[in-house]
């Protein structure tokens, strides 16, 4: 008898257990995260696999011609320096910005603000093509300039060095470390400043001592970002780079796969390379991060006293624009100029005005037009995915969900873009969709996600379990409350991580450099196509490509405005 | 003696209204004042300002003999050279510090030699009872400990006037008076010339050897705890400080026998009454405030002997306090609070007579 309640009772017990975890909700939530743990784990290890395998059989040839080849290991030192320049380049640039945006009073903060998050949203490959036009020997637009004023031509920048592929990169990428300092600086207790002040610190001692320590975990996050991000840049290594015969791993790896004769393996095992200094750069992180670990102190209820810089505001107006003159408008100008010739030499004439440029790109030219329409579907469609999938996963409130989640989002961001693409194509490339455009939706999906996913996330924490709840136990279903209750308010979220991640497809373009094919082009890739070919029709391509990208952000901002969100990277 | 820190004229705006409004007040040396008041008053401005971290309109600021600001001249000395020291609300500990860094960071600032500085941390740390923490990480201690790690910090450079901005607040009760004790202590040990801003007035006058009641950014009153306990100028000052009964009522006569009291009529007709209390600040206006504390209240047993200064009334609620009892009484004029020492029962709705001390109830102008 007894035995028999017993049995009953677990039996039952099983059943509410199976009831629980089948919970649609759930089962939706795990269905994805395998999905995607797949997507991510599957291409990583057919890349492994090629990486230690020759003709079917396991082998270390590829690992070995590195070693052999002529340049490769003078490339993984250039990676390096490359990297490492650009980290600490763009922090030199986006901090101080930062710093003067969000603490000081600066004159016309709000236009400034907005103006120095722009070259998020022109690609790095445009702006390196630009500053190319204005800086290539002779024929640049600045450097014609500045000879006729009797600039010595050996004082010259080299648009095609080590130095400039530095700085390019430095200006491009700063915007990423502007928004991790401008975060941090505005959640820092201004007090944690003032009492050093008091203390007996000077103003720099105080910036040196107190805020750059202080905010010292976000500024490594956003550093340890654009690390990871310039090893696997294919921008500016292939628009100012390959002309110069600076090549870097990136470079290396996509012409191993591109060009006769192919080395797959040999490609594959660069790629681990890259991920190896890449994943050095996470460590040197980790280490720093571990010695100083401290939660930032926020300051609640506390009106953060802008910094009184007296005459100097107009130094700091004239530091942060003359930034945006270089990033944003300089590079614009050339642009729409070059594109405005019928062909270029050099300087703007009246007399080769044309309109043909922009007429045969939008209307004419098969690539052209093809790319246009290739870029709006497979972004959109990326896009769509992955706040969709965002938007499921961002629903889990329990510990061992989100700690996961927060693993399956990283992994993406520490495989530099190349590799990724190299990875993807290693995937699929005796598959169907090889040769078509869901290849390239799939690396958009998979490696960018982790931007909608971040953005609906914060979104997400604003939002009180509660209400959700509260709607669960008055007996709406889990779909019901979910569409009655949280999208609504999840909406402007939704929104605004939408346009961002459309923007950063849009403008991607080391990972699809690896994926397309003929017909499957997208527009960056077809800057590269035009690059040694048509700098006019280039120049009239990538100013309709920017004034693109420049009306979603002009969305964009108006819709975080209205909902005091930021831009989440 | 010349007053160690002089604040004169004072005025500072935010945009369209003063947040500090002509202050001027001095402070003696090794004495603290505190900055008194509701919130948004003006208190933290006007300690700023002192400090250098606000820069006001108009006004001179003279710590030492030497002029820190002074609006008029176009003087303005930055916070770092005016030798202050600083508690501030939010503890505001640097967490990339060690205790012992934060401490020691004033003297490095002023480029101490390195056995001078551990011996000097070692002292502050010692004066603020945390002798063993140097090495932990600030941010591991517990709130009360942090903001005695900020009180050494302010105290370790020597300063000549020491800020301190709600340094209590966000603490709990029981260790807000622990702390209280523990900084008049320090403060008499170390002897320091100090501004201490509050909201909290029992803090206020436990603490300062002179109180600034603020409002709307300008000085309400200055004086000692019992002096503004006992003799407050204005209404708001004998409101914000402890409990009032407040009662409205009309000048009838002046005491002939050259005591300063004044008689005063509460209410009208049959149930009008007359008061005979000080004179306080209350000028030979009509209108007259008496303010009377609820332990300046006797409750009479029984009916009264006489009318004089008597109020009757019907108990409304009764609550034991521990140390006292306090009755909520219903009478013509308001509900007021009468205090009796230890327990007490009344019944509710029971009618009582109340003895007002006329020795103590003091007049002050209607508003
Ligand atoms: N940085 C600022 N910008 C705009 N207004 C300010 C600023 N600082 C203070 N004010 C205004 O000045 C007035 C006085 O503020 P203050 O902080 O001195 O008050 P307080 O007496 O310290 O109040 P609390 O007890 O709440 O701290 C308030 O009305 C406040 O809104
Ligand atoms: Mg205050």
């Avoid at chain 1, 637009?141 to 400039?164: A, Q």
């Avoid at chain 1, 077809?526 to 040694?532: A, D, G, K, R």
């Avoid at chain 2, 709705?349 to 020795?359: A, L, S």
Wanted: hydrophobic content about 50%; glycine content about 8%; aromatic content about 10%.
């Amino acid at each position: 008898m007894i035995e028999l309640t017993a049995a009953s009772s677990s039996a039952s017990r099983t059943r509410a257990f199976f009831a629980e975890s089948l919970r649609i909700d759930k089962l939706v939530f795990w269905a994805v995260v395998v999905l995607l743990a797949v997507a991510i784990l599957y291409p990583a290890s057919m890349s492994v696999y090629a990486a230690f395998t020759e003709r079917g059989s396991f082998s270390l040839g590829g690992f070995g011609r590195i070693l052999e080849h002529p340049s490769v290991r003078k490339e993984i030192v250039t990676t390096i320096i490359f990297a490492a320049g650009a980290t600490l380049g763009a922090t030199a640039i986006g901090v101080p910005l930062a710093w003067i945006n969000a603490r000081t009073d600066v004159p016309a903060r709000q236009f400034l603000e907005i103006l120095c998050v722009i070259p998020l949203f022109i690609s790095a490959f445009v702006g390196a093509m630009a500053w190319r036009l204005l800086l290539v020997p002779r024929a640049g637009m600045l450097t014609r300039m500045l000879t006729d004023w009797g600039w010595p031509t050996e004082l010259l920048p080299d648009v095609y060095s080590i130095t400039s592929m530095i700085v390019i990169q430095s200006i491009f990428y700063s915007p990423f470390m502007y928004l991790y300092a401008v975060a941090s600086l505005r959640q820092m207790d201004p007090s944690l400043e003032e009492v050093a002040r008091i203390h007996g610190a000077s103003l720099w001692q105080t910036i040196w001592r107190i805020t750059l320590s202080v905010n010292g975990p976000a500024l490594l996050s956003g550093m340890v970002l654009v690390f990871v991000f310039t090893v696997g840049t294919l921008e500016i290594p292939m628009a100012l780079g390959v002309a110069g015969g600076n090549y870097v791993l990136a470079t290396r790896i996509w012409t191993l796969m591109s060009y006769y004769p192919q080395d797959l393996a040999m490609a594959a095992s660069l790629g681990i390379l890259a991920i190896v200094i890449a994943g050095t750069g996470i460590l040197i992180q980790q280490r720093l991060l571990g010695e100083r670990k401290f939660t930032t102190v926020t300051g609640k209820g506390y009106r953060a006293k802008r910094i009184q810089l007296g005459r100097g505001r107009w130094v700091a107006f004239g530091l942060v624009f003359s930034y945006v003159l270089i990033a944003v408008i300089a590079p614009l100008v050339v642009l729409v100029l070059v594109g405005l010739q019928k062909y270029w030499g050099g300087i703007f004439k009246l007399d080769l005005f044309t309109l043909d440029n922009f007429r045969s790109v939008m209307f004419e030219y098969d690539v052209t037009r093809r790319a246009i329409v290739n870029s709006l579907v497979a972004c959109s469609a990326a896009a769509t995915i992955a706040v969709f999938l965002s938007a499921i996963l961002s629903q889990t409130r329990s510990r061992r969900g989100e700690s996961l989640m927060g693993l399956l989002v990283l992994l993406p961001i520490a495989i530099p873009g190349a590799v990724f693409g190299m990875m993807v194509l290693f995937a699929f490339v005796r598959t169907p969709i090889y040769n078509t455009l869901y290849i390239i939706i799939f690396a958009y999906v998979i490696g960018y996600f982790y931007l909608a996913y971040r953005a609906i996330y914060s979104v997400r924490l604003s939002i009180h379990d509660e209400l959700e709840q509260s709607a669960r136990i008055h007996g709406a279903t889990w779909w019901q409350s979910t569409r009655k209750i949280l999208l609504p308010l999840l909406k402007p979220g939704i929104f605004s991580a939408w346009l961002m991640t459309f923007v950063i497809l849009v403008r991607e373009f080391s990972s699809v450099m690896f994926l397309y094919r003929n017909g499957t082009e997208v527009m960056s890739v077809v800057f590269f196509l035009l690059m040694e070919r048509h700098s006019a029709r280039l120049a009239a391509f990538m100013v309709i490509q920017t004034v693109l990208l420049l009306i979603v952000m002009a969305i964009f901002q108006r819709i975080s405005y209205r909902n005091s969100e930021t831009i989440t990277v | 003696m010349a007053a160690f820190v002089a604040v004169e004229g004072l005025r500072k705006t935010f945009g369209q209204s003063w947040a500090v409004d002509d202050v001027n007040f001095e402070v003696e040396e090794g004495k603290l004042l505190v900055l008194l008041g509701p919130s948004g008053c003006g208190k933290t401005t006007t300690l700023r300002c002192v400090g250098g971290l606000e820069q006001p309109e108009h006004g001179r600021i003279v710590i030492d003999g030497e002029d820190v600001t002074n609006a008029a001249k176009g003087l303005f000395l930055q916070p770092n050279v005016r030798g202050m020291g600083m508690v501030a609300q939010s503890y505001a500990i640097w967490p990339h510090m060690n205790v012992f860094e934060n401490v020691a960071f004033p003297l490095r600032m002023q480029k101490f030699g390195k056995s001078e500085i551990s011996e000097r941390v070692r002292e502050a740390l010692n004066v603020v009872r945390l002798g063993e923490l140097g090495g932990r990480n600030a941010t591991d201690l517990s709130g009360g400990q942090q903001q005695r790690v900020a009180l050494a910090r302010a105290i370790v450079g020597r300063p000549k006037v020491l800020l301190f901005d709600e340094p209590l607040s966000n603490l709990d009760a029981k260790l807000r008076e622990e702390m209280r004790y523990l900084l008049k202590d320090i403060q008499r040990e170390i002897k320091i010339t100090a501004i201490y801003v509050t909201h909290d007035q029992a803090e206020a006058m436990a603490l300062g050897d002179e109180l600034l009641v603020m409002n709307e950014g300008r000085i309400e009153q200055r004086g000692s705890a019992k002096s503004l306990y006992c003799e407050p100028r204005t209404r708001f000052v004998a409101d914000f400080i402890g409990v009032a009964n407040l009662l409205e009522g009309t000048l009838v006569g002046e005491s002939a026998n050259g005591e300063d009291t004044l008689e005063v009529k509460l209410g009208s007709g049959d149930t009008s009454r007359i008061l005979k209390v000080l004179r306080g600040s209350a000028e030979t206006r009509r209108d007259i405030t008496i303010l009377i504390r609820p332990e300046w209240v006797r409750i009479l047993s029984g009916q009264p002997e006489s009318e004089n200064n008597v109020i009757r009334g019907f108990v409304d609620k009764c609550q034991y306090l521990g140390d006292r009892t306090e009755v909520l009484v219903n009478t013509e004029y308001l509900t007021m609070r009468a205090w009796i020492d230890g327990a007490a029962e009344f019944e509710d709705g029971q009618e009582i007579f109340m003895e007002i001390d006329g020795g103590k109830c003091i007049a002050l102008p209607a508003n």
